[in-house]
């Protein structure tokens, strides 16, 4: 028997949905699609910028923990080694830069105070001034190019140089805060003692203890010389 194909409206189309309506279907899937590319772009990419933020917080953690290494570093080789491992890459973050680079500095210094002889300590002290040269050249925070201006003063010092050391030296109206404005008097005080006598620069200090209100604010921080001050 031969079985008769008929068009009529009345007899129900059994092919799939998307067979019946191809353009549609089409559509339907491809916005599907895009839209679970997009998802999973914007998964992989939080994972990926959380991953970068927890590396660069463990190095930030490294940084901070230098001085337990300088502490039993007698040359500072350890410590120019574990920069030279960990902070040379390209595209750190400026604070993450510069600090690393003024612990630099602070290794050079400690490698002119074990020099041997005036040669190496010339230039070792020149190391010095080129970290922090370099470290000046960065787009610092306020609060970040201050303390690289006490350190610079005191690497100065270290070595001498008095006029050096004063022009190094923030200015007063960028102290911000207690500890810093406390860490530049106490530089203040040691170039006074240079210059004056050790009387002088004492008096300068409680000069500067006896302008102070109680109680302190011990929410006021500021890193510098390696360490967290606190009032």
């Known amino acids: 028997m031969f079985k008769v194909m008929t068009d009529d409206p009345a007899t129900p189309d059994a092919r799939p949905w998307r067979k019946r309506h191809p353009v549609i279907s089409r559509t339907l899937l491809y916005g599907l699609g895009l839209g679970l590319a997009a998802v999973l772009f914007v998964l992989f990419t939080d994972r990926k910028a959380d991953d970068e933020q927890t590396r660069l917080e463990a190095l930030q953690a490294e940084l901070d923990g230098l001085g337990l290494v300088l502490a039993t570093d007698p040359t500072g080789d350890a410590v120019l080694g574990h920069l030279d491992t960990k902070f040379s890459e390209v595209g750190l973050p400026v604070r993450t830069q510069g600090r690393a680079l003024r612990w630099r500095a602070m290794a050079w210094r400690r490698k002119a105070s074990v020099a041997k002889t005036e040669e190496r300590r010339s230039a070792a002290h020149a190391k010095v001034e080129q970290a922090l040269a370099a470290c000046e050249a960065l787009e610092l925070p ?26 190094a030296l923030p200015a007063p109206g960028d102290l911000s805060d207690v500890p810093t404005a406390l860490l530049f008097t106490l530089l203040r005080s040691r170039i006074v003692h240079v210059e004056e006598g050790k009387a002088a620069g004492a008096a300068l200090v409680l000069r500067a203890l006896d302008r102070l209100e109680a109680p302190l604010d011990d929410e006021q921080k500021a890193y510098a010389g390696g360490r967290t001050w606190s009032a």
Request: proline share 4%.
């Open 142 to 167: 306020p609060a970040e190019r201050v303390a690289l201006q006490l350190e610079w003063a005191e690497a100065r010092l270290e070595r001498e140089d008095v006029a050096g050391a004063k022009a």
